[in-house]
């Protein structure tokens, strides 16, 4: 069974639509949970997703204008045909070629998750936008530059009315409208789903059902239930990068138990979202899976699990390997990519 919230505001939807003053709605949006889905766990009631503030966070995800150089937009370096990942790219792409630190994360499921980012630096998704928005090697944006954007805009104009109560054109409500764009991308439609759910089209083959064994034995501690993490900060081994030497988690909390420990990203869509790791270091699969292998480095820090009976890292035969990709492919929902609710055009 599945679980709907319907967030209702204590005012009401309506609002003055055009110069005529012809009335209309703002809905809700009924934010589903899938069956095979653990509860959510963002406090969507903190700002609920309505029509027209999801129309609105759609607009300014693919408006340029919010980068220093108007052509930078969120969905410059989050393409939804990859999981709104920036496909083929180590780091990610900035304002006059900027080139930042690490790989573009996916936009998925988002309203399962507590804290954003590689590191955590963002709890709320009403504010973490606020972080690619001013970074100087990505959007360079200068907010009140923005706002005076918008402000002459007169599709923002009409959209703030419609979305807000009061109205305004102001930062806040920009980020909340981003917000609730981004609350709304769930990814729950690929063949696993189905399996998970037995539904039509969720037949596994042996191939990738001896995979999905392996998956539970080997993978499923860390990417774990069916949103394929647990959404925790891990140091997986990773020879770190002198010349970045990127410290993870430990940046947001000074702790030094929290060196080099980056959040477990969700295996969903992986297929489509290479390359791989918080740097983007691994192309391929392939190369993932021969590293958890043979190519773990301990520390003082490397999570336990990858350090059990005195073996460091995973063993896999070769055969597991393509038993586990198997299985990894069925994780792609096709859905979620092509669907133009979510899509600039």
């Known amino acids: 069974m599945r679980k709907i919230y319907y967030c209702l505001l204590l005012f009401p939807f309506l609002f003055s639509c055009t110069d005529n003053d012809d009335a209309y709605i703002n809905k809700p949006l009924a934010v589903v949970v899938p069956s095979n889905f653990p509860e959510l766990a963002y406090n969507i009631a903190l700002n609920p997703p309505t029509e027209k503030g999801f129309e609105l966070?759609?607009?300014?995800?693919?408006?340029?204008?919010?980068?220093?150089?108007?052509?930078?937009?969120?969905?410059?370096?989050?393409?939804?045909?990859?999981?709104?990942?920036?496909?083929?790219?180590?780091?990610?792409?900035?304002?006059?070629?900027?080139?930042?630190?690490?790989?573009?994360?996916?936009?998925?499921?988002?309203?399962?998750?507590?804290?954003?980012?590689?590191?955590?630096?963002?709890?709320?998704?009403?504010?973490?936008?606020?972080?690619?928005?001013?970074?100087?090697?990505e959007m360079n944006g200068d907010l009140n530059a923005i706002l005076v954007m918008m402000k002459a805009d007169p599709v923002y104009k009409t959209l703030f009315k419609q979305a807000f109560t009061n109205g305004d054109i102001t930062i806040e409500n920009m980020l909340k409208a981003l917000s609730q764009f981004m609350v709304m991308l769930t990814s729950s439609d690929s063949k696993f789903d189905k399996y998970r759910r037995v539904e039509t089209g969720g037949s596994l083959t042996t191939e990738e059902l001896a995979g999905y064994a392996l998956f539970n034995t080997k993978c499923a501690s860390c990417h774990a239930t069916d949103l394929m993490t647990d959404n925790s900060f891990r140091n997986n081994g990773l020879v770190i990068n002198p010349a970045i030497n990127d410290v993870g988690r430990y940046r947001v909390t000074e702790l030094a138990t929290d060196y080099y420990k980056f959040k477990v990203p969700s295996l969903r869509n992986v297929a489509m979202t290479a390359p791989?790791?918080?740097?983007?270091?691994?192309?391929?699969?392939?190369?993932?899976?021969?590293?958890?292998?043979?190519?773990?480095?301990?520390?003082?820090?490397?999570?336990?699990?990858?350090?059990?009976?005195?073996?460091?890292?995973?063993?896999?035969?070769?055969?597991?390997?393509?038993?586990?990709?198997?299985?990894?492919?069925?994780?792609?929902?096709?859905?979620y990519l092509t669907d133009k609710r979510f899509s600039e055009y």
């Open 57 to 137: 966070g759609k607009k300014l995800f693919y408006d340029g204008r919010l980068s220093s150089d108007g052509l930078v937009s969120c969905g410059f370096c989050h393409i939804q045909e990859n999981a709104f990942t920036h496909h083929g790219h180590t780091f990610s792409h900035g304002v006059g070629e900027g080139i930042g630190t690490r790989n573009t994360p996916a936009i998925q499921n988002m309203a399962y998750q507590t804290t954003f980012m590689y590191d955590g630096a963002a709890n709320h998704l009403d504010l973490q936008p606020i972080i690619p928005l001013t970074s100087t090697v």
């Open 276 to 335: 791989y790791m918080h740097d983007g270091r691994f192309g391929t699969l392939e190369s993932v899976l021969d590293y958890y292998s043979s190519g773990v480095t301990d520390s003082p820090t490397l999570d336990p699990i990858l350090k059990q009976n005195g073996i460091v890292g995973i063993p896999l035969t070769a055969t597991q390997k393509v038993q586990l990709i198997t299985f990894l492919n069925t994780l792609t929902d096709n859905q």
